[in-house]
């Protein structure tokens, strides 16, 4: 395009009258922030951005344009307009002076903007070569992890490479009643466990009678529970649905069952825990207290039933009733093992079969129970604590013998065992009794107080 003289000088006489104008408007706040170099680079402090070194350059070049234009010898004589010379009004010192002035200005907003930031303008800040190799190290192991177990996913790899912690519902109820005294509690327990939640605790606290009891035991949960699932927590469904889904995979196909890789989450209870849609309703808790009261009265009956029907027996034999657990247990291990657990085996296959709208009577053989039980522990573990009510209300001899007097969810929190690496309680009954049941299911789970527990902080 070319110059014609008069317009050219115009032109770029306008331009540098609104660069210079640009200039003396001082700054309005964030809707004209400069952009400062630090280090090299241009960091922008607001919505519209001014850089001032540009600008500097752009109005040098803008005045050496005009100048050229001004001087040009081959350029066509044209009337100049009656107006007033812009660069008349607007000497080149003044405009040299007060982009300086500007400069300086930004040199000093910029030692304000990096004692605010904490930045140096000399350097940036160096990475933590420590911390650089540690996270490294990390992603290097995860990636070797997954390698080695193809079948396993980044969910696994966090499970596997923290112990599982699962709580009694006695400790959840400590962790409110003690409020903020549990932070630290809480804050160790998210950085070192991975936390495993008993759908049978979780419907023990959501029958509890008040609904301000009941909302500050989901607090607590919530607390356990934040964070991605399956990250750095997850949650069990109780034990009937737990060993409804195992029986249910097992029966599909025996010679292929392996317990730990069948999901047994409950994905109910996860949604429960982060809206609370059912817990502040009190006719829900009654309800299922009310369950959970006739279920605890009804198996308690069972066995105390059974010991006025075995007297006559030990009586007639001149039997001497067992002092000990480990002796009830390996007399009646053969027999009791494979009737109770044909007995749960079938009662879950129609409860499964219900679920999807059926009905059958299945009459599994003791074979493909005895199968089950060899390969399941918790599925064994439930038959054990049967067994430990069987010996405690039943069997043992009232005097001068072993006493494992915990009730029936205390006891059926031994479905969890299987599933973590520390069951922790503040009951010392239930303690004592679960401890004792890890011997003869196993395994090795760690049951602990939770005075024991919280000691190791």
Same mark, same amino acid.
């Given at each position: 395009?070319?110059?014609?003289?008069?317009?050219?000088?115009?032109?770029?006489?306008?331009?540098?009258?609104?660069?210079?104008?640009?200039?003396?408007?001082?700054? *309005?706040?964030?809707?004209? +922030?400069?952009?400062?170099?630090?280090?090299?680079?241009?960091?922008?402090?607001?919505?519209?951005?001014?850089?001032?070194?540009?600008?500097?350059?752009?109005?040098?070049?803008?005045?050496?344009?005009? *100048?050229?234009?001004?001087?040009?010898?081959?350029?066509?004589?044209?009337?100049?307009?009656?107006?007033?010379?812009?660069?008349?009004?607007?000497?080149?010192?003044?405009?040299?002076?007060?982009?300086?002035?500007?400069?300086?200005?930004?040199?000093?907003?910029?030692?304000?903007?990096?004692?605010?930031?904490? +930045?140096?303008?000399?350097?940036?800040?160096?990475?933590?070569?420590?911390?650089?190799?540690?996270?490294?190290?990390?992603?290097?192991?995860?990636?070797?992890?997954?390698?080695?177990?193809?079948?396993?996913?980044?969910?696994?790899?966090?499970?596997?490479?923290?112990?599982?912690?699962?709580?009694?519902?006695?400790?959840?109820?400590?962790?409110?009643?003690?409020?903020?005294?549990?932070?630290?509690?809480?804050?160790?327990?998210?950085?070192?466990?991975?936390?495993?939640?008993?759908?049978?605790?979780?419907?023990?606290?959501?029958?509890?009678?008040?609904?301000?009891?009941?909302?500050?035991?989901?607090?607590?949960?919530?607390?356990?529970?934040?964070?991605?699932?399956?990250?750095?927590?997850?949650?069990?469904?109780?034990?009937?649905?737990?060993?409804?889904?195992?029986?249910?995979?097992?029966?599909?196909?025996?010679?292929?069952?392996?317990?730990?890789?069948?999901?047994?989450?409950?994905?109910?209870?996860?949604?429960?825990?982060?809206?609370?849609?059912?817990?502040?309703?009190?006719?829900?808790?009654?309800?299922?207290?009310?369950?959970?009261?006739?279920?605890?009265?009804?198996?308690?009956?069972?066995?105390?039933?059974?010991?006025?029907?075995?007297?006559?027996?030990?009586?007639?034999?001149?039997?001497?009733?067992?002092?000990?657990?480990?002796?009830?247990?390996?007399?009646?291990?053969?027999?009791?093992?494979?009737?109770?657990?044909?007995?749960?085996?079938?009662?879950?296959?129609?409860?499964?079969?219900?679920?999807?709208?059926?009905?059958?009577?299945?009459?599994?053989?003791?074979?493909?129970? +005895?199968?089950?039980?060899?390969?399941?522990?918790?599925?064994?573990?439930?038959?054990?604590?049967?067994?430990?009510?069987?010996?405690?209300?039943?069997?043992?001899?009232?005097?001068?013998?072993?006493?494992?007097?915990?009730?029936?969810?205390?006891?059926?929190?031994?479905?969890?065992?299987?599933?973590?690496?520390?069951?922790?309680?503040?009951?010392?009954?239930?303690?004592?009794?679960?401890?004792?049941?890890?011997?003869?299911?196993?395994?090795?789970?760690?049951?602990?107080?939770?005075?024991?527990?919280?000691?190791?902080?």
């Amino acid at each position: 395009m070319e110059c014609d003289g008069a317009g050219c000088r115009r032109d770029a006489a306008l331009r540098l009258a609104h660069v210079a104008d640009q200039l003396r408007k001082p700054c *309005q706040g964030a809707v004209c +922030q400069p952009r400062l170099p630090i280090n090299g680079l241009v960091v922008s402090a607001g919505r519209r951005s001014i850089n001032f070194i540009e600008l500097y350059f752009f109005v040098l070049i803008q005045y050496s344009t005009i *100048q050229r234009a001004s001087n040009s010898e081959d350029m066509p004589m044209v009337k100049k307009p009656n107006t007033a010379n812009v660069l008349g009004a607007v000497p080149t010192d003044d405009i040299v002076e007060e982009l300086k002035r500007r400069i300086a200005k930004m040199d000093e907003a910029k030692a304000t903007l990096a004692a605010i930031t904490r +930045q140096s303008t000399a350097a940036l800040s160096p990475k933590n070569p420590n911390l650089s190799r540690a996270k490294e190290a990390y992603w290097r192991r995860r990636r070797e992890w997954l390698a080695e177990n193809p079948g396993k996913t980044v969910e696994d790899f966090y499970r596997e490479n923290r112990r599982v912690l699962t709580f009694d519902t006695s400790v959840h109820n400590q962790l409110v009643k003690i409020g903020a005294s549990s932070n630290p509690i809480y804050a160790t327990i998210k950085s070192q466990y991975f936390f495993r939640l008993a759908g049978l605790s979780f419907e023990e606290m959501m029958s509890t009678p008040q609904a301000a009891d009941r909302l500050a035991l989901l607090d607590g949960c919530r607390r356990l529970t934040a964070g991605r699932a399956g990250r750095s927590w997850d949650c069990l469904n109780p034990p009937y649905e737990v060993l409804r889904i195992l029986i249910a995979a097992h029966a599909t196909d025996p010679a292929k069952f392996q317990w730990l890789p069948v999901d047994v989450r409950s994905g109910g209870l996860a949604h429960e825990i982060r809206t609370g849609e059912l817990t502040a309703d009190d006719a829900l808790a009654n309800l299922q207290r009310t369950e959970q009261n006739a279920s605890i009265k009804s198996y308690k009956a069972i066995w105390v039933d059974l010991r006025d029907k075995l007297d006559p027996i030990f009586a007639a034999q001149k039997i001497p009733r067992p002092k000990t657990f480990g002796e009830a247990f390996e007399n009646g291990r053969s027999k009791l093992f494979s009737g109770i657990g044909k007995g749960f085996y079938d009662a879950g296959l129609r409860f499964d079969a219900e679920l999807r709208g059926e009905k059958i009577v299945p009459d599994t053989d003791i074979a493909t129970v +005895q199968h089950f039980i060899d390969n399941c522990p918790p599925f064994r573990a439930l038959l054990c604590a049967c067994l430990m009510s069987w010996y405690n209300a039943s069997l043992r001899d009232g005097n001068n013998s072993e006493k494992f007097a915990a009730g029936r969810n205390d006891l059926f929190m031994a479905v969890y065992l299987p599933y973590c690496d520390v069951f922790v309680t503040r009951d010392a009954e239930q303690e004592s009794c679960l401890r004792e049941l890890t011997k003869y299911i196993g395994i090795e789970t760690e049951v602990m107080s939770f005075d024991a527990f919280t000691s190791e902080f």
